[in-house]
């Protein structure tokens, strides 16, 4: 009997150990309200009174059916106060995420996993720029500065809520790290992020010389003119010839056949001869890998903006229709509000992180903002010496300035020449190369531009906010009662060269990396308000800019480094709003919401005419005659887009891969990625094959027959999707190869949403891009498109808008994806009047009643 | 039923009830374990021990909003690469161990104490 006890006793201490150990370590998940489950109350929108110090008057929040939130206060300090605390309890883990980010310090949540992240983030500048800006801002804009401290305590204010319920974001208890406490500093630096992640110039310069130095000027000019080949006066943003409030490149006695004949690749454009070009290319791949392999991954470039004067609208007022095209996040990037205070009543979406309003409207006036894709940054070869840290300036040796930071317990040195971060130096070269970004020389006031947006009430005030927008450059689209217009806003560094005739021109950007080691090449200063590309009123009634290039050749300020997108979505808006006049906000929802695909238009009829010469038979024969009957549209259930795709994947592997394979470019593949250069979402090589096929099939581009590269491709791509999808060719629809994944913005798969079929591909109007690399692939995982679409009418109080998901962060929240369905169904919301109310929250004064 | 070990139940069960919502240490739930050691019978001890540390501490996911928090359950249980309702029951499994295992550590110690009496 004892023996019997004693051996219990020893088996029962036992399991006692090992539940005691695995109980602490799955405590998370244990019913306790110390464990994640109380997160779950957060899923529930429901009526509220809360407490809250900091706070100075009564908020009433109201929270409608489609998760739009209008925050009603007495005191804009308030209102910006529950704007932070309505995010942080919608969104805490995703502006923490993001702030840790702008400030370069993921890797003290996340450890060595995130240290590159970090480094990238300093060696950009985010966190040091930050802090210039957070300095001006504090001095120059005081009352903008405490709006931006509201934003901060009312996210604050939360987290102190949320960490004495125990109802943080269940990722703080799985991850075991701690909400931190939030500051301006934050925003502005997740505004540097942003602000990089559309920024132009300095990875465009470097691949540009990669591709240049191997391919020499004409064949890298035939692939990456510096305007798309379908560019036209009446295809760019601001219509014309580039004339702007007068002035133009002839004002400088330049022609701009003259000016735009010349090889921008040449010394005179950048002080390097070809020669040196070449020798750097192990700097230039090294910085491209350090910089621009963008491991942060936030944004891309894209997006659409059109606007209607009054004449040419149906109810004879302005309208303006904008959806900017981001990574496809799940929350997403942005918040829908409504803000209301003395003096304040603007509605829209916030970009999370940022305290307002960044795109929306007013009672009256709208505006939207797309990309322009010209250079605000550059890159600048130097000549060092890393034995005695100094560089060469104008023939003297200057010291280089340090930066030191710390992360992980280790001590980090970034290197600084009169240009900007040394990015990369080869000690044996004593070469570098560093980075010029306007945001490192000038106060990143952009907040303060979205601060009078929000604030704005007729034209001229949104003309004004345009004066202060830094960086990133964008087409800001405005609509007011009765004028309707866009100006490219922002600062772009103006270089001087000297033309090879010796006369002087002041242009944007460069095709290729700069001599840094003398003054000629350095910024002289920025394009003038006056005379950025705008247009106001135009009397063909419409403006629109959806990335193509914003001025055409006798612009006076022209854009060396434009590095402009393929002109497909700006062809088929186009071609709608230079045919339709009467134009109702219907149409403008239509218009977002349309799935033609340009390059198809124009490309497919000369396959089709290739393909009906060959004696086909069985699929292959049903594959043509497919193509044969199809109106260009990519819908979920169409089969051509899925023919027409994988085809064009064949026929750019067909034309690319003889031409990189020859000149040696095999090897840096994936840094060919982007705008201009040979892979990605949206670039010119396909408006390139769509214009020699259509303009002269026998180029050399095609080895002398288009139509001999297409039938190849015709057999390939048929093989491959046989292959991948069988023999009956009805179930090859597009939404089947093409799907929608959004991304979790801490990059954990496992909490994406989808993958579901899409519309759409990277060249139609309501976008849907995936990637394409060279590499022939199934299904195509779209992560990019319209992150929202608004269409708005002051005049005629018509604010429309949608966004693929709903206001929480939280998964198991029914807020989680409000809108997602009707954004997948080209539908839309009305902001206002607040209808089917589902939760008010009143936030007291903490001691008020 | 005899009337101190309806006592003892009680006790074990409002102690399982609050460490286990309340506290934040797993071995909270020895306590219970201890108090419920004391009924004579080792399958009654052993059988209570276990059910009331596992239903009770899993009757405890009552308190929140059942349909969120499965949907969250699903939602975490596809990150950890587990069926969610492993997620649910492994603390509560863990809790009743831990309450048989110590109810049954007692309850042999004092056996063998009265067994060690008898003999003196």
């Known amino acids: 009997m004892g023996k019997k006890s004693y051996i219990l006793i020893v088996v029962f201490l036992i399991i006692l150990i090992i539940a005691s150990y695995l109980g602490q370590i799955f405590f998370v998940f244990s019913p306790s309200k110390q464990s994640i489950w109380p997160y779950s109350y957060t899923a529930q929108l429901k009526n509220q009174t809360i407490y809250l110090k900091g706070l100075k008057s009564p908020v009433k929040i109201i929270i409608s059916k489609d998760g739009v939130a209008h925050i009603i206060a007495n005191d804009t300090y308030d209102a910006y106060f529950a704007e932070g605390y309505y995010t942080a309890y919608m969104r805490l883990f995703q502006l923490e995420l993001f702030g840790l980010t702008g400030a370069g310090n993921l890797s003290s949540w996340f450890g060595n996993l995130t240290l590159k992240t970090d480094l990238y983030a300093h060696y950009v500048g985010f966190p040091q720029n930050a802090n210039f800006t957070l300095n001006y801002v504090k001095t120059h804009y005081p009352v903008i500065y405490s709006y931006m401290q509201a934003y901060s305590d009312g996210i604050n204010a939360y987290i102190v809520n949320a960490e004495k319920q125990h109802e943080l974001p269940f990722i703080f208890y799985l991850l075991n790290i701690k909400p931190y406490n939030f500051t301006p500093f934050y925003s502005i630096a997740w505004g540097e992020v942003m602000s990089w992640g559309l920024a132009k110039g300095f990875c465009d310069e470097l691949k540009l010389t990669l591709i240049y130095t191997h391919l020499g000027y004409n064949l890298t000019n035939e692939l990456l003119p ?268 103006l270089i001087k060269i000297n033309l090879p005739n010796n006369i002087t021109v002041k242009v944007i950007g460069a095709r290729t990396v700069l001599n840094g080691s003398i003054s000629n090449y350095e910024p002289v200063g920025y394009v003038p308000f006056k005379y950025l590309p705008q247009s106001i009123d135009p009397s063909r009634g419409f403006i629109f800019a959806p990335n193509q290039p914003t001025a055409y050749l006798d612009y006076p300020f022209p854009f060396v480094g434009g590095y402009w997108v393929s002109d497909g979505r700006a062809l088929t808006i186009y071609r709608y709003l230079n045919s339709h006049k009467m134009i109702t906000i ?127 491709s015709y057999v390939q791509s048929i093989n491959y999707l046989t292959q991948k999808l069988g023999y009956n060719i009805s179930n090859w629809n597009w939404g089947k190869v093409h799907v929608l994944e959004l991304q979790n913005p801490a990059g954990i798969s496992s909490l994406n949403y989808g993958p579901i079929p899409i519309w759409g591909d990277g060249f139609t109007p309501s976008a849907a891009y995936f990637n394409f690399n060279g590499t022939i692939y199934m299904p195509l995982i779209v992560s990019e498109g319209p992150s929202l679409r608004i269409v708005d009418s002051p005049s005629t109080d018509q604010f429309y808008a949608v966004f693929p998901g709903g206001p929480s962060e939280n998964p198991a929240s029914p807020w989680f994806e409000t809108q997602l369905n009707a954004w997948l169904n080209f539908e839309y919301y009305p902001f206002s009047p607040i209808t089917n109310i589902t939760a008010i929250w009143y936030l007291l004064p903490e001691g008020g009643s | ?97 831990i309450e048989l295992s110590s109810a049954g550590f007692i309850g042999e110690v004092l056996t063998l104490t009265r067994e060690r009496k008898s003999i003196k």
């Open chain 1, 586 to 712: 219907n149409e403008m929802e239509s218009l977002q919401g349309n799935v033609t695909d340009a390059w198809a238009s124009i490309l497919n009829p000369v396959i089709v005419s290739c393909l009906k010469n060959q004696s086909y038979s069985g699929i292959f024969r049903e594959g043509v005659s497919i193509l044969s009957n199809w109106n260009y549209t990519f819908y979920q259930n169409e089969i051509a887009p899925t023919i027409y795709t994988y085809m064009l994947f064949n026929i750019l592997d067909n034309v690319l891969n003889p031409i990189i394979d020859q000149h040696g470019l095999n090897q840096y593949r994936p840094l060919l990625t982007g705008t201009v250069a040979f892979y990605g979402t949206d670039n010119l090589i396909t408006s390139d094959i769509a214009y020699f096929a259509s303009h002269n099939p026998s180029s050399s581009l095609f080895n002398g027959s288009f139509c001999k590269i297409v039938n190849t």
């Open chain 1, 226 to 493: 510096y305007y798309p080949y379908y560019t036209n006066g009446s295809l760019t943003a601001m219509p014309g010839n580039g004339t702007v409030n007068g002035l133009n490149l002839q004002s400088f006695n330049v022609s701009p056949s003259y000016f735009w004949s010349l090889n921008f690749y040449d010394t005179f454009a950048n002080g390097l001869n070809n020669k040196t070009l070449s020798e750097i290319t192990p700097l230039v791949v090294s910085a491209l890998n350090q910089i621009c392999s963008d491991p942060i991954s936030i944004v891309d470039l894209g997006s659409n903006e059109w606007e209607i004067t009054g004449n040419y609208s149906y109810t004879g007022y302005p309208m303006m229709a904008n959806d900017p095209h981001l990574t496809l996040y799940d929350p997403s990037l942005w918040l829908p509000l409504q803000m209301i205070a003395p003096n304040l009543n603007v509605t829209g979406f916030e970009l999370v992180g940022e305290p307002g309003v960044l795109i929306g409207h007013t009672k009256y006036t709208a505006w939207g903002l797309t990309t322009p894709l010209g250079a605000s940054s550059n890159a600048y070869l130097e000549i060092i010496n890393m034995q005695n840290y100094s560089y060469l300036y104008n023939g003297v040796w200057y010291p280089l300035r340090k930066y030191t930071f710390n992360l992980l317990n280790k001590n980090f040195t970034i290197y600084y020449t009169n240009n900007g971060p040394l990015i990369t130096f080869n000690n044996t070269l004593h070469l570098g190369i560093s980075l010029y970004w306007v945001n490192q020389y000038y106060p990143f006031l952009t907040l303060v531009s979205e601060f009078l947006l929000d604030n704005s009430t007729n034209f001229e005030q949104l003309l004004n906010a345009a004066k202060y927008w830094v960086e990133p450059t964008q087409n800001l689209a405005m609509v007011s009662m009765h004028h309707a217009g866009f100006i490219t806003a922002g600062l772009y560094p």
């Open chain 2, 1 to 97: 039923m005899n009337k101190i070990n309806i006592i003892i139940f009680i006790v074990s069960i409002l102690l399982t009830l609050i460490f286990s919502y309340f506290t934040s240490y797993i071995w909270m739930g020895i306590i219970p374990g201890i108090i419920i050691g004391f009924i004579k019978r080792r399958s009654t001890r052993l059988i209570s021990g276990f059910l009331i540390g596992f239903l009770f501490s899993l009757l405890l996911y009552l308190a929140y909003p059942l349909n969120y928090l499965a949907s969250l359950d699903k939602v975490i249980g596809n990150l950890a690469g587990l069926p969610g309702i492993i997620l649910l029951i492994i603390y509560p499994l863990l809790y009743g161990l």
